[in-house]
C-alpha cells in the first residue's frame, strides 16, 4: 500500500475549482516531483495534502486523499492535527518568512520535538543540535542560539528543514525549497533531501518548476497544467521520450552547457488564471500541434503501465518503444 494516495483530487475555492482530479501515489523511500509554471496548482496540492484550504476559503470538492491507509478528505481537525508536522510535515516556499524573527531559530524546532513526541525540553535542545549537524551546519549549537536575521538563506532553509524533521515525519512536502538560493546552494539544499530520503527511508514529496531539479532528485514526476495533470512517468521514461506537448517545452526551456547564445526556448504566453481557463484542452492557446479538437473536448488521461497523459493526439506507448 501506497503511504499516500491521491485519486481524482478536485478543490474549489467559492465557485471556482482551481484543480481538477488529480491523481499520484508516493512509496516510502521515493522522491515525487510535482511540477508545472506557477499557477499551475502545485502549492493548491500541498495545502489539500496538509489540511489547510480552510486557511483560504477553499475546500476539497471531490476525490481521495489517503495517507498510511487513512483518508484525509474530511478528516476532523482534531484528527488532523497530530498528523500535521508530526507525521507529514511541511517546508514552505521562503525560509526568511517561516521563521519567526523574534525567537532564536533552535527554539522554534525544539517545540516541534516537545509538542509531537512529548520530548524534555533538554532532550529536544540536543536533539535539535543534532539534527542541525546532519543537515552539514557547523558550530550546531552555536546555532541553535541564533536569531534568524544572523543567517544566511543558505543556513535558513537548513534550519526549515530540520523544523520540518523535528517531528519523525514519514512524509515531507517541500514546496519549492530551494526559490530564493542561488544556484550552488540550491543543489546542495536538493542533495540534503535526496541524501535524507534514501538514508530514512522517507517519502518526498517535491514542489517545483524546475525541470532540471526534477532530473537531479526525483523518481517519478507529475506535470501539472491550469490545476490538471498532462502527463506523468518515471524522471527516466519522461525525459528519454516526453509525450504531452507541454513537457517537452518544459524539458526545451532547461539550459545546456554549450548552448549556442539565444537558442534557449520558451513556452510563449502564460498560465491562465483559474477564471480564464480554456475549454477543451487548457493548453491548446499555447500549444503549436493544437487542432480544433483541442479547443472543444477535454482529453481523456489515458493509462499504461507508469506512463499517463492527456492529449490527444501523444503516443501513450511512445515512452515504451
Known amino acids: 500500500m501506497p503511504l499516500l494516495e491521491v485519486r481524482d483530487l478536485s478543490v474549489n475555492i467559492g465557485a471556482l475549482q482551481p484543480l481538477d482530479r488529480i491523481s499520484f501515489v508516493l512509496d516510502k523511500g521515493s522522491i515525487l516531483g510535482l511540477v508545472g509554471e506557477s499557477g499551475s496548482g502545485k502549492s493548491l496540492t500541498a495545502m489539500a495534502l496538509m489540511g ?11 476525490g481521495s486523499v489517503r495517507f498510511d491507509g487513512t483518508e484525509l478528505v474530511g478528516l476532523p481537525e482534531e484528527r488532523y492535527r497530530p498528523l500535521r508536522g508530526h507525521r507529514m510535515a511541511l517546508i514552505t516556499q521562503n525560509p526568511m518568512t517561516s521563521l519567526d524573527p523574534m525567537l532564536r531559530v533552535g527554539a522554534q524546532i525544539d517545540q516541534v520535538g516537545q509538542l509531537h513526541l512529548g ?44 523544523m520540518a524533521l523535528a517531528g519523525d515525519p514519514e512524509l515531507i512536502i517541500a514546496d519549492e525549497p ?19 530520503v534514501r538514508q530514512r527511508g522517507l517519502a518526498l514529496l517535491l514542489i517545483t518548476h524546475d525541470m532540471g531539479v526534477v532530473a537531479q532528485a526525483c523518481d517519478h514526476v507529475v506535470v501539472l497544467y491550469a490545476g490538471r495533470v498532462a502527463e506523468s512517468n518515471t524522471v ?14 518544459l524539458i526545451a526551456c532547461i539550459p545546456r552547457a554549450g548552448q549556442a547564445p539565444g537558442s534557449l526556448k520558451g513556452i510563449s504566453g502564460m498560465v491562465p488564471s483559474v ?27 489515458r493509462v499504461q503501465a507508469e506512463h499517463r497523459v492527456a492529449c490527444h493526439f501523444a503516443r501513450l506507448d511512445v515512452a515504451h518503444d
Open 52 to 62: 489547510l484550504l480552510p486557511l483560504i476559503g477553499g475546500r476539497v470538492s471531490g
Open 275 to 301: 477564471s480564464s481557463y480554456a475549454t477543451g484542452c487548457r493548453y491548446h492557446p499555447r500549444c503549436g500541434l493544437a487542432q480544433p479538437l483541442c479547443q472543444s473536448e477535454v482529453p481523456a488521461l
Open 119 to 162: 520530548l524534555s525540553a533538554a532532550t529536544a535542545r540536543a536533539r535539535s543540535i543534532d539534527l542541525l549537524t546532519q543537515l552539514r551546519i557547523p558550530d550546531a549549537a552555536t546555532v541553535h542560539q541564533q536569531y534568524p536575521h544572523q543567517m544566511s538563506g543558505g543556513m535558513k532553509q537548513r534550519v526549515v528543514i530540520a
Open 236 to 249: 527516466n521514461a519522461i525525459f528519454a521520450r516526453p509525450t504531452h506537448p507541454y513537457t517537452q517545452a
Open 178 to 196: 530551494t526559490t530564493a538560493l542561488d544556484v550552488t546552494i540550491q543543489a546542495q539544499i536538493i542533495q540534503i533531501l535526496v541524501d535524507l
